[in-house]
């Protein structure tokens, strides 16, 4: 799993291990600090510092699972993933979780 930003034309990935075929649990944070930070399974997988907050709309809907349309990261257009995705929540102020 990967947690990618661009932010200004910068562009910020945290990466984690590979995962299998078991349930896995991701979270993916921008932090009030400007940091990205990606845990897998409870246990921090990454943590990088942004150049900034996002300060403007970004240029596509937020996708998961896939990247399309104007693409946040250094890949091509066939990056999508590949199992099932459940439970996915969006939450805005701290979580105290990182």
Known sequence: PTLSARIGGALTTVAG???GESWTHL???VTSRA???????????GRADLPGFIV???NDDLQIGMDRGSLVGEYGEQ???VGVIDEVRIYSGELGLM
């Open 27 to 29: 979270v993916g944070l």
């Open 79 to 81: 990056n999508g993933f």
């Open 17 to 19: 291990p590979p995962i």
């Open 35 to 45: 940091a990205l930070v990606l845990s897998v399974d409870g246990k921090l997988a």
């Open 56 to 58: 403007q709309d970004p």
